[in-house]
């Protein structure tokens, strides 16, 4: 009895690892319907020699549509800003002070998604396509997803406004290069934009307390 229920655990298991890898986006997770996705864990032994992807760090302007491997989308967005000391909850990106301020926020053609580093997990923030608001250009749209970097000022809450509006964009920057490393060492097409629609974006998450920066399409090479 124990050996059957373990079987069929085994195979559930993998039957919902195979459709995650499928398609990344669209299946529920298994988190109750709420539609958030738990990223893989990162291979920490991958990618090319440091010296070699600085040799191969660019923009891309032309994009492929078809969907990002899961295993990529989840070493990129812990490439950008993820946890890479828990002991000390500490970020792949420095930030100034340690605010930690800038969000991760993915845009696919079914949903908008918020990166929670802490959980290794992308949350659904809301439904439909938003990359077209966005990003005003077509060529870009071809890109499944588009990371929007977005400073959450509500973690910046000692600064000076002045202060403010200097180290967030800093911040932002290391984001948007571990963005551009990760990319090259993987072989995927990035561009950092910062031609997008700024309100519109902030209106599609509910910005209320933050500044939208940088976006990010990203797809396959
Ligand atoms: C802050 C920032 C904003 C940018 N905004 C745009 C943009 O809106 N559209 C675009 O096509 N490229 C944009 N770029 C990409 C630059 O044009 C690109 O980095 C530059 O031409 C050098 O090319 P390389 O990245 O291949 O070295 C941006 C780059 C940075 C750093």
């Given at each position: 009895m124990k050996v059957k229920v373990l079987i069929i655990t085994a195979l559930a298991l993998a039957m919902s690892a195979v459709s995650f890898g499928q398609n990344s986006f669209t299946v529920d997770a298994g988190d109750g319907g709420t539609g958030n996705l738990v990223l893989e864990p990162c291979e920490l032994g991958g990618g090319m020699p440091f010296m070699e992807v600085l040799k191969e760090r660019k923009s891309n302007r032309d994009f492929q549509p078809a969907e990002i491997e899961s295993r990529l989308l989840s070493g990129l967005l812990w490439a950008a800003n993820g946890i890479n000391r828990p002991g000390e909850n500490k970020r792949t990106a420095p930030s100034s002070r340690n605010s930690q301020e800038i969000d991760i926020y993915v845009l696919t053609n079914n949903g908008v998604y918020l990166y929670m580093p802490e959980d290794q997990q992308v949350k659904k923030v809301?439904?439909?396509?938003?990359?077209?608001?966005?990003?005003?250009?077509?060529?870009?749209?071809?890109?499944?997803?588009?990371?929007?970097?977005?400073?959450?000022?509500?973690?910046?809450?000692?600064?000076?406004?002045?202060?403010?509006?200097?180290?967030?964009?800093?911040?932002?920057?290391?984001?948007?290069?571990?963005?551009?490393?990760?990319?090259?060492?993987?072989?995927?097409?990035?561009?950092?934009?910062?031609?997008?629609?700024?309100?519109?974006?902030?209106?599609?998450?509910?910005?209320?307390?933050?500044?939208?920066?940088?976006?990010?399409?990203?797809?396959?090479?």
């Amino acid at each position: 009895m124990k050996v059957k229920v373990l079987i069929i655990t085994a195979l559930a298991l993998a039957m919902s690892a195979v459709s995650f890898g499928q398609n990344s986006f669209t299946v529920d997770a298994g988190d109750g319907g709420t539609g958030n996705l738990v990223l893989e864990p990162c291979e920490l032994g991958g990618g090319m020699p440091f010296m070699e992807v600085l040799k191969e760090r660019k923009s891309n302007r032309d994009f492929q549509p078809a969907e990002i491997e899961s295993r990529l989308l989840s070493g990129l967005l812990w490439a950008a800003n993820g946890i890479n000391r828990p002991g000390e909850n500490k970020r792949t990106a420095p930030s100034s002070r340690n605010s930690q301020e800038i969000d991760i926020y993915v845009l696919t053609n079914n949903g908008v998604y918020l990166y929670m580093p802490e959980d290794q997990q992308v949350k659904k923030v809301r439904s439909g396509d938003s990359r077209k608001t966005v990003i005003k250009s077509d060529k870009e749209m071809n890109a499944p997803i588009v990371l929007l970097l977005v400073a959450n000022y509500d973690k910046m809450k000692g600064y000076e406004t002045a202060d403010r509006d200097f180290y967030a964009p800093l911040d932002c920057g290391y984001v948007s290069q571990n963005i551009y490393l990760y990319c090259a060492s993987e072989h995927l097409r990035t561009v950092a934009m910062g031609n997008i629609d700024r309100v519109a974006a902030a209106k599609i998450l509910g910005l209320k307390n933050g500044k939208v920066m940088l976006a990010h399409p990203v797809s396959m090479d």
